[in-house]
């Protein structure tokens, strides 16, 4: 999926401000949240190791719920998030140089396979 049809998807479940709110401040404030909430299942799966078991089941759906808050934001603000993501790997990469992709970043941790997580559809 491309982030202009995913944003187009997640704005159509996006709600109306209420009267005289500023319509950036619900999806700011929940985007907040949901990275507390990422933050808090990282911290549990660090915590825990091996017996967190809905671990990588948990990070994959607190990402989703920042990624939509991310899309709702992007929306608010007039802008295409398929070109904030653009212009965003094209500053990270004068920036910074390639990674290895041998290091031991904490996207080579192991996770419990998704299929054993307790309560994911099968």
């Known amino acids: 999926m491309d982030f202009k049809r995913y944003q187009e998807a997640a704005v159509k479940t996006l709600q109306p401000p209420a009267d005289g709110t500023d319509p950036v401040l619900v999806p700011l ?54 070109d904030v993501a653009a212009a965003n790997l094209e500053k990270t990469k004068d920036r910074w140089r390639p990674t290895p992709t041998t290091s031991t970043s904490p996207s080579t941790r192991t996770f419990p396979p998704t299929s054993n997580c307790p309560g994911r559809p099968r």
């Open 29 to 82: 404030l929940g985007l907040a949240g949901e990275v507390g909430s990422l933050t808090t299942a990282y911290k549990k799966f660090l915590r825990d190791g091996p017996a967190f078991e809905q671990g990588k089941h948990q990070l994959r759906e607190e990402l989703g719920d920042v990624l939509w808050y991310v899309a709702a934001l992007a929306h608010r603000f007039g802008l295409d998030l398929d």
